[in-house]
């Protein structure tokens, strides 16, 4: 298994704790990404091994997907695993900043064989994705 990372920053006018809590906010979801519906499958407080029921829309489809948390360090570091949907993680990084958070994106893309040669492919496209969904976070949390 090949996993090629790349990453992507933006800086956001709130402290970490902040931007983490509403990043990781399953009820804040649709507020920054395409999601139409989401459920938490476990029970009890958010952290490692919570797993969500998200239904996105994609293309004019929906796509359900499962994801858990792998990594859930509140005002540093947040990483989900896809459990069902595509072969895509994501860790998502904050640091403090003069401006208050540099979140640091990056897209874990888990391919084998000869689906190896389009994860650079996937890599970009997530990418490209999800710096529109950060702009949207950006400024869902800078406009409250």
Not at 68 to 78: A, C, I, L, S, T
Not at 79 to 93: F, Y
Not at 101 to 127: D, Q
């Amino acid at each position: 298994m090949s996993v090629l990372r790349r990453t992507q920053q933006i800086e956001i006018a709130r402290p970490p704790h902040e931007v983490f809590a509403y990043l990781t906010d399953p009820s804040k979801l649709s507020t920054w990404q395409d999601a139409e519906d989401v459920e938490q499958l476990t029970h009890g407080a958010l952290g490692v091994g919570t797993r969500l029921r998200e239904v996105h829309k994609v293309f004019g489809k929906r796509r359900v997907e499962i994801t858990e948390f792998v990594v859930y360090e509140p005002g540093k570091r947040f990483e989900i695993r896809m459990i069902e949907g595509p072969p895509l993680d994501g860790r998502w990084d904050f640091e403090s900043s003069r401006a208050g958070t540099r979140l640091t994106f990056t897209p874990i893309v888990r391919v084998t064989g000869h689906l190896r040669r389009l994860e650079p492919a996937m890599i970009l496209a997530t990418l490209i994705v999800f710096r529109r969904f950060h702009r949207r976070l950006k400024r869902a949390l800078e406009t409250s």
